[in-house]
């Protein structure tokens, strides 16, 4: 409880990325009316979240690109940090193209320069990453240089990675994914392989309640039309999952995710076989009662299975 007479100011960023799942994106768990005392301050893409504060009358700010004087201070706070800097020539380069008045290009750009160790082709680099015309382009070509140094000592490591975190429902720990990745005769892929991808991609990625996943939908769309373009290939990767966490003992994680990747999948009848098996259903009933709802719901839109 906040004492009456102390003041709050709550903040709460990319109200976009909630799940769409029991009124997330539409706000109803936000109260209408807000105590005096407390201030809350909400960051959202245009959608339904927006739309709902819009409804309540609440007001609203509009995040203006950045000016050039804005990207300029960007640019050297950002690589200050790293006891780096760029000469004023290449900053001015940078900040004159239009893309970097978007946040999120231009520190991912900078990220990109600042890991980049040939000094003699920096400039050369540099024209590399700005002939990206959006962030998803920048995003691609970011791909392009993981796979070049992370996929020598695990071939598909970058890919595959990405494909599984891709599929996953909320992320995956970072032990399902080493588990995952591992090659054949390994039971998980080595930490020696794992941790420099990690690290590099780290920026980019979140992790929430220990589960890791992607930081923003500009990576996830990269990835999807990079590595699972077409809805086949979407289904295998939520099969591949499906198939490993049904290996696993009756616990939340499986239970959150093994019949959610079935019905990502279109798989009717592996699902029905799932969520009818008595002890599968009291432990989903228990964990989340409108996913099994929801479950059923989807097999007799799809299928002929039906409750009986």
């Known amino acids: 409880m906040v ?18 799942r029991e009124g997330a994106l539409d706000l109803i768990w936000l109260p209408q009316k807000v105590p005096a005392n407390i201030r809350l301050v909400l960051s959202t893409l245009p959608g339904r979240p927006l739309n709902d504060l819009r409804k309540r009358g609440w007001p609203t700010l509009y995040i203006e690109p950045l000016n050039t004087d804005e990207r300029k201070r960007l640019v050297s706070e950002y690589l200050n940090q790293y006891a780096k800097e760029l000469s004023p020539a290449r900053i001015e380069r940078i900040v004159t193209v239009l893309p970097t008045a ?7 750009l900078l990220e ?29 070509r970011i791909l392009d240089r993981w796979q070049q140094d992370y996929d020598r000592e695990r ?20 032990t ?19 941790s420099p991808f990690y690290l590099a991609a780290e920026r980019s990625l979140v992790s929430r309640s220990g589960l890791i996943g992607f930081s923003h939908e500009y990576l996830r769309r990269a990835v999807r039309d990079r590595y699972l373009p077409v809805m086949g290939e979407q289904a295998e990767a939520h099969l591949k999952l499906a198939y490993y966490f049904d290996k696993q003992d009756l616990v939340t994680r499986k239970v959150e ?3 959610w990747q079935l019905s990502a999948a279109e798989s009717w009848e592996p699902l029905y076989k799932v969520v009818a098996d008595a002890k599968f259903f009291q432990a989903a009933w228990r964990i989340g009662r409108f996913d099994v709802e929801s479950f059923w719901a989807r097999l007799e839109e799809h299928s002929y299975f039906a409750v009986e």
């Open 3 to 20: 004492p009456a007479n102390s003041r709050v100011i709550l903040v709460l960023d990319a109200l976009n990325q909630l799940e769409d």
């Open 112 to 140: 990109e320069l600042r890991l980049f160790g040939i000094h003699e082709r920096l400039d050369e680099r540099i024209e590399h990453y700005l002939a990206a015309q959006n962030v998803s382009e920048l995003y691609a």
């Open 176 to 194: 399902e994914l080493m588990d995952l990745l591992g090659r054949a005769g390994e039971d998980r892929l080595p930490q020696a392989i794992w």
């Open 257 to 259: 995710e093994l019949p």
């Open 102 to 108: 978007n946040p999120l290009y231009l520190c991912s």
């Open 155 to 174: 071939p598909r490591l970058v890919g595959d990675t990405l494909s599984l975190l891709w599929a996953s429902r909320r992320g995956l720990q970072e």
